[in-house]
């Protein structure tokens, strides 16, 4: 039973990554017209690689799905949204750095330099690095995906403790300080439905990632505590 439950995480998480590596492209990067056909046209939203009850998820699909019917129309809209949205980032009206967001009701953003610790210390290097800053959204999704493949292919009960700490560390220290403020920030400013529907699907699959490690982390803990009194 605890294999199938493993494996039933580990499932969820590939779908959870596989979720990021697109949107986080979509944030970091201008769209083109392959990546609303893979994302619509081929129907990557209607193949959904997760489920979930978080009524952000539902919203944002509720949004994306069935909302391009040409893609040439669909890419020139994100295109127009992405650049006044994001591009020039602290001058942008909608920043994707965490350093843009000092002070939210989630607490106090650690700046660029803390996140940039956090990587070191894994020996983690972004290819953006230079490109955009340590504590861009993209690339905190990049590190995040990381964290997430490192868990599932530890062995080690030890190890992988250590690891669930770490994740959850690294989203509550370094990413939803300051996402919610951005994701309302798109919901406020976006023209198209588009963006508003990735803003919402990224802030959900945060907070999924989040609960499912945490959930796991607590049942383990359980599952120990009825072992020492074995």
């Keep these: 039973m605890e294999v199938n439950e493993e494996k039933k995480l580990n499932n969820l998480l590939k779908g959870y990554n596989m979720l990021f590596y697109f949107t986080g492209s979509m944030i970091t990067y201008e769209p083109t017209e392959e990546c609303v056909v893979d994302f619509w046209q081929n129907g990557l939203l209607k193949r959904m690689p997760v489920s979930s009850s978080n009524p952000r998820f539902m919203i944002?699909?509720?949004?994306?799905?069935?909302?391009?019917?040409?893609?040439?129309?669909?890419?020139?809209?994100m295109k127009d949204d992405f650049k006044k949205l994001f591009s020039g980032d602290e001058r942008a009206l909608v920043p994707s750095s965490g350093s843009s967001y000092p002070d939210?009701?989630?607490?106090?953003?650690?700046?660029?330099?803390?996140?940039?610790?956090?990587?070191?210390?894994?020996?983690?290097?972004?290819?953006?690095?230079?490109?955009?800053?340590?504590?861009?959204?993209?690339?905190?999704?990049?590190?995040?995906?990381?964290?997430?493949?490192?868990?599932?292919?530890?062995?080690?009960?030890?190890?992988?403790?250590?690891?669930?700490?770490?994740i959850i560390r690294f989203i509550d220290h370094h990413i939803l300080t300051w996402v919610p403020k951005w994701n309302q920030l798109i919901q406020t400013h976006a023209d198209s439905i588009y963006y508003k529907g990735i803003g919402l699907l990224i802030y959900a699959i945060i907070e999924d990632i989040r609960i499912l490690i945490v959930t796991k982390a607590e049942s383990d803990r359980s599952a120990d505590d009825v072992r020492n009194l074995d």
């Design 104 to 166: 939210t009701s989630y607490g106090t953003n650690t700046g660029c330099d803390k996140v940039r610790e956090f990587y070191d210390s894994y020996g983690w290097t972004s290819r953006f690095r230079g490109k955009y800053p340590d504590d861009h959204l993209g690339v905190e999704l990049l590190f995040l995906t990381r964290l997430v493949e490192k868990y599932m292919t530890l062995d080690d009960k030890v190890c992988r403790n250590e690891m669930q700490n770490e």
């Design 60 to 77: 944002a699909l509720s949004l994306l799905r069935d909302t391009c019917p040409d893609k040439t129309t669909c890419a020139r809209m």
